[in-house]
Structure formats: structure tokens, C-alpha cells
């Protein structure tokens, strides 16, 4: 009987890791982040684990008369993860380039290949993506997109490609989001689906 | 006294018992019996229909947790796929800003 008992705490105890390793894939906030975060008049936060996006999936409307939401499941499906940050600022220069500097390094590891590097000198703009390649395929992707008054990260985590975040630009209802997400200083927002 | 005794000797005295006692006593008992029975029923009913309903509260309750979890996850989704648009989109301008530049 304490022989079962002890088998099933370590059942329970290996499905516990199996499922926190899940979730570990997902990176640990950098400190700069949340210099970033202090200084910003709007902050959007989101991190989804594959648990959350399954549970995302699952509510999505795969119908006929629910076509953006049946391509959104498609990109999303088979993800490990999605972490995603947006800074936005009330003035140019409220960040500086190291920090942005930084922040690059943190998330540039040996298994991230860069694809696009762009910068602009005269306005400071810059945009970095980088993908993950695991036997040739790609197995996540990495966009740091610097602005004068708004900086995105986006760390997706999976099978993901171009040409599936290619997919975004027809879905309409994204675009009409965008007219709406900017917020005051006041009604900064944090969305995080694991907590 | 002697007549207390003889008093005593006949209320003593004994006697048989009715005939229809015997029938009375197993009737009662029976029915007894059988009313003992039916509570025992109607108590494991009651006690299957409570469960039941706590189990159904506890499905359903699960279900619209994991609905509204969801659909909080969808939006999340949404702003996600939104911020990333908007990176991508930034990219392309960036890019076709300096193929002109190139250009000219």
C-alpha cells in the first residue's frame, strides 16, 4: 500500500515537471523590460503558454462565417508559446540604446539565426528578426521592432514561418483593433494569461 | 389474605393467548419491515440525486471557467497577433523606404 502511494506521488510529481517544463520554454522577463515598462504610457503584456493557447484554440470559431478566427487557429496551432511586449511612449527618447542594446543581447542566444536587420540611423529606428532552427525547420521566431516612441518584442515559440504571419495582414479585424489599443497613461494595461 | 391470594392466583393464572395474536405481531412486523425498507431506498435515491447534481454543478461550472478562460486567451491572442502585425508592417515600410533610397 505505501509502495502505491509513493508510485503515485512520483506519478504526480513527473507529471508536475513534465508540465512546468512546458511552460519554462517561455523566456523570464528581462530587467530592462521593466525600465521600459516604468517609462511607458501604455504597456501591453502577453504571455501564453501552449496550455493557454490550446485553451484559445478550443473557443476560436472555426466555422464558415468565422474565417479570420479559423486562420488564427491555424497559425496558433502546434505553438509552444507566444510572448509579446509593446512599449508604447508619450515623447521620442524616453528610452535609450542601450537599453535597446541590451535587451537585443537577452534574447540573442546561439540558436537564433537573424533574417532581417534593419536600422535607420536618422530616426533610430530598428527592426531585428530572428529565427529559431531546429533540422532545417523553423521552430519559433524572434522580432524586436524599435520605434521613437513605441518598442515591440515578439518571441513565438513553435512552428511558425513568414508566410503564416504573412496571414495577418488580411485579417480585417486586427487592423481594427489597432485604431483602438492605445490607452492612457492611467489605463496602462498588462494582460498575462498565466498568471 | 386469602383472598388477596386467591386475587393474585387467578390475575397469575395462565392463560393462552388469542389466536389472531400471533398474526397480529407478524403483520406488524412486517409492515415494519417493509417501511424500514422503502426509507433505506428513498435515503440512496436522495443521496444519488445530490450526488448528481453536484457532479452536474461541478461539469458545468468547470466548462464555463475553461470557456471564459478561453475566451480571455483568445483576445490575448488577438493582441498578440495585433503587435505583431504591427512589427511586420514596420519592417516592410522600413525595407521599401530604403529600396527607394536605393533607387534614387
Not at chain 1, 22 to 48: F, I
Request: charged share 25%; with cysteine; hydrophobic share 40%.
Amino acid at each position: 500500500m505505501t509502495n502505491r502511494i509513493m508510485a503515485f506521488v512520483l506519478g504526480a510529481a513527473v507529471l508536475a515537471a513534465a508540465a512546468s517544463a512546458q511552460d519554462s520554454q517561455l523566456p523570464v522577463p528581462s530587467p530592462v523590460e521593466k525600465q521600459l515598462a516604468a517609462c511607458a504610457s501604455n504597456v501591453d503584456e502577453v504571455t501564453l503558454s501552449k496550455n493557454m493557447l490550446a485553451l484559445a484554440s478550443e473557443v476560436m470559431n472555426t466555422n464558415g462565417d468565422g474565417k479570420d478566427e479559423a486562420a488564427i487557429h491555424h497559425l496558433i496551432e502546434g505553438l509552444d508559446g507566444i510572448y509579446v511586449r509593446e512599449y508604447d511612449f508619450d515623447k521620442e527618447a524616453q528610452y535609450s540604446m542601450e537599453e535597446i542594446e541590451q535587451l537585443r543581447k537577452y534574447y540573442e542566444t546561439s540558436e537564433w539565426s537573424p533574417v532581417v536587420r534593419e536600422r535607420d540611423r536618422k530616426t533610430g529606428e530598428s527592426t531585428d528578426i530572428m529565427v529559431k532552427l531546429v533540422n532545417g525547420k523553423s521552430r519559433g521566431m524572434f522580432i524586436l521592432d524599435v520605434e521613437p516612441r513605441e518598442v515591440d518584442i515578439v518571441l513565438i515559440l513553435g512552428p511558425v514561418s513568414m508566410e503564416d504571419l504573412g496571414t495577418l495582414k488580411g485579417l480585417a479585424f486586427l487592423g481594427m483593433m489597432s485604431g483602438t489599443h492605445h490607452t492612457g497613461p492611467d489605463n496602462a494595461r498588462k494582460k498575462d494569461g498565466d498568471q | 389474605m386469602d383472598e388477596l391470594e386467591c386475587e393474585l392466583r387467578e390475575a397469575l393464572k395462565r392463560q393462552p393467548a388469542p389466536s389472531s395474536l400471533k398474526r397480529k405481531v407478524m403483520n406488524r412486523r412486517s409492515v415494519t419491515q417493509r417501511r424500514h425498507v422503502r426509507m433505506v431506498w428513498f435515503e440512496r435515491i436522495a443521496a444519488a440525486l445530490i450526488l448528481v447534481a453536484v457532479a452536474g454543478a461541478g461539469v458545468l461550472w468547470r466548462h464555463q471557467d475553461e470557456q471564459r478562460r478561453g475566451e480571455e486567451a483568445k483576445q490575448q491572442v488577438f493582441t498578440a497577433l495585433r503587435i505583431t502585425g504591427h512589427a511586420l508592417n514596420h519592417m516592410n515600410q522600413q525595407l521599401a523606404a530604403h529600396r527607394r533610397a536605393a533607387q534614387e
